[in-house]
């Protein structure tokens, strides 16, 4: 799914109107609606192993500490957490205040996997491209997911 502010970012940093389409073609992928709360993932008996917010916002971030279920994200994650399943979360904003801080720590003392969009400057990318596949790579790795992706340093 892709929040609002999301489709307005795939507008702003990569020429993208049609989010929905992006996901045709790939066998495993689902889009999901971001406002249509009765989705299967809304549900605990729905079985998923992980759930991965990237980027996460601060004001997502903080919905999902505080067990705000406004849209089905939100909801999502708080299945997530109420079903002890992995949730990871990729936040990008900085710099972080005290409140930022604070709801991260309350969710990594909930289990949360807090994975921040710092891309390994000691790879040596030489792309924008590479940097986004070492990001992906460090976030998949947290799931345990082999990407193929040789760390060096």
């Known amino acids: 799914m892709v929040t609002d502010t999301g489709r307005q970012v795939f ?3 990569l020429g993208i109107d049609d989010v929905a389409a992006c996901f045709n073609g790939f ?3 689902h889009y999901l609606d971001y406002h249509n ?3 299967s993932i809304a549900s605990g008996s729905f079985k998923i192993k992980a759930m991965i917010v990237i980027p996460c916002s601060m004001s997502t971030l ?3 500490a505080c067990g705000n279920s406004n849209n089905l994200l939100e909801r999502a994650a ?3 957490l109420k079903e002890r399943r992995q949730l990871v979360l990729v936040p990008r904003e900085s710099p972080l205040s005290e409140i930022h ?3 991260m720590l309350v969710l990594r003392s909930m289990g949360v996997d807090i994975v921040p969009a710092m891309p ?7 792309t924008i491209d590479e940097l986004v596949d070492a990001m992906a790579g460090k976030v998949l790795s947290v799931l345990g997911i082999d990407t193929g ?5």
């Open 37 to 39: 709360l009765t989705a």
């Open 149 to 153: 992706y040789e760390w060096q340093g």
């Open 11 to 13: 507008r702003h940093e």
């Open 27 to 29: 066998k495993n992928l």
């Open 101 to 103: 801080l604070k709801n």
């Open 120 to 126: 390994p400057f000691y790879t040596n990318p030489g």
């Open 78 to 80: 708080d299945v997530a």
């Open 62 to 64: 903080s919905a999902i």
